[in-house]
């Protein structure tokens, strides 16, 4: 059974920063490209930043450039996603993602499996 399971949200201040982690069990992660996704309130869910399964490309949605990075650690079957200069547009509910096709440099987000979710709010 493939399990994702997110950790490290929570509630930090404005140009605060977070570390997301995300443990994934019951597949063979080094295979496979992954990354996160984000559901703001009232909003559909959208991509974050991927990864590919060589740990080579890495790929940002404009509104993060350059405050976030995506990483991955094989050996622990673990990704992350370090956040940093938040602003209350961050708010939202954070998804990791592991991609149903192998050796892909990117996800998909309509195939694969995902975490549970976990909440970042971003306020002062």
């Known amino acids: 059974q493939v399990q994702l399971v997110e950790s490290g949200g929570g509630l930090v201040q404005p140009g605060g920063s977070l570390r997301l982690s995300c443990a994934v069990s019951g597949r063979s992660f080094s295979r496979y490209a992954v990354g996160w996704f984000r559901q703001a309130p009232g909003k559909e869910r959208e991509f974050v930043a991927s990864?590919?399964?060589?740990?080579?490309?890495?790929r940002y949605a404009d509104p993060v450039k350059g405050r976030f990075t995506i990483t991955r650690d094989n050996a622990k079957n673990m990704m992350y996603l370090q956040m940093s200069s938040l602003t209350p547009e961050d708010t939202a509910v954070y998804y990791c993602h592991v991609d149903g096709q192998p050796w892909g440099i990117s996800v998909s987000g309509n195939r694969g499996d995902w975490g549970q979710g976990i909440q970042v709010t971003v306020s002062s």
């Open positions: 990864v590919g399964w060589n740990d080579r490309i890495k």
